[in-house]
């Protein structure tokens, strides 16, 4: 079934670095832009950032901006987040999302890993 | 950015009950907008997509309505599955997309 599964998730020290993957399987993952979208503990959904089907297109958040990078690997059905410098709001469970285009809304979405920044 | 402003933040119903929330866009977002449904532990799940769409195999319980500025999702009858936290989503702008603070749907 059409599925998307996060991992890489932990704990981490502020100013350090963390890869997120998220794994796709029972659609054709070429063919849609992904996103990763997080949620901090008591708080509201954040769009993080956005990579267009091909890997051409990338935009950030603000807050994430300089610190984060969205890529994939078609070839390997998966993506990714690099996450470096981060800090302590960055603590959150982080989504990947997929949606048919870059101007769509999210229609599969991932369970979730939680990534906790202390020290 | 975009601010989306969702209330209530708390809803306390009973099954059966007809629940409105609300969604406002503080500009016009012509009808991109989206709701969600989450349950911890879960895969957030989409259920309304262009103000008014209802994904495929969602409840016909859940309605969308809305253009503009001002957004609504009604659920007609609350069944016990229903009893989650719902969130909007304006995808008008990609740069960047926001979301509504969220609205916990309990039972009272």
């Known amino acids: 079934q059409v599925q998307l599964v996060e991992s890489g998730g932990g704990v981490v020290q502020p100013g350090r670095s963390l890869r997120l993957s998220c794994a796709a399987s029972?659609?054709?993952?070429?063919?849609?832009?992904m996103h990763w979208v997080r949620q901090a503990p008591g708080k509201g959904l954040e769009w993080v950032a956005v990579?267009?089907?091909?890997?051409?297109?990338?935009y950030y958040a603000d807050s994430v901006k300089g610190r984060f990078t969205i890529s994939r690997d078609n070839s390997r059905d998966t993506l990714y987040l690099q996450m470096n410098s981060l800090r302590a709001e960055d603590t959150a469970v982080y989504y990947c999302?997929?949606?048919?285009?870059?101007?769509?809304?999210?229609?599969?979405w991932g369970q979730g890993t939680m990534v906790t920044v202390s020290s | 950015d975009i601010q989306m402003t969702q209330s209530p933040a708390t809803l306390s119903a009973s099954v059966g009950d007809r629940v409105t929330i609300t969604c406002r866009a503080s500009q016009s977002i012509s009808r991109w907008l989206a709701w969600y449904q989450l349950k911890p532990g879960k895969a957030p799940k989409l259920l309304i997509y262009e103000a008014s769409s209802l994904e495929s195999g969602v409840p016909s319980r859940f309605s969308g309505s809305g253009s503009g500025t001002e957004f609504t999702l009604t659920i007609s009858s609350l069944q016990p599955d229903d009893f989650a936290t719902y969130h909007c989503h304006q995808y008008n702008s990609y740069s960047p997309y926001t979301f509504g603070q969220g609205t916990k749907l309990e039972i009272k």
């Open positions: 999302a997929r949606s048919p285009k870059l101007h769509n809304a999210f229609d599969i």
């Open positions: 029972g659609f054709t993952f070429s063919s849609y832009a």
């Open positions: 990579i267009s089907y091909d890997g051409n297109t990338k």
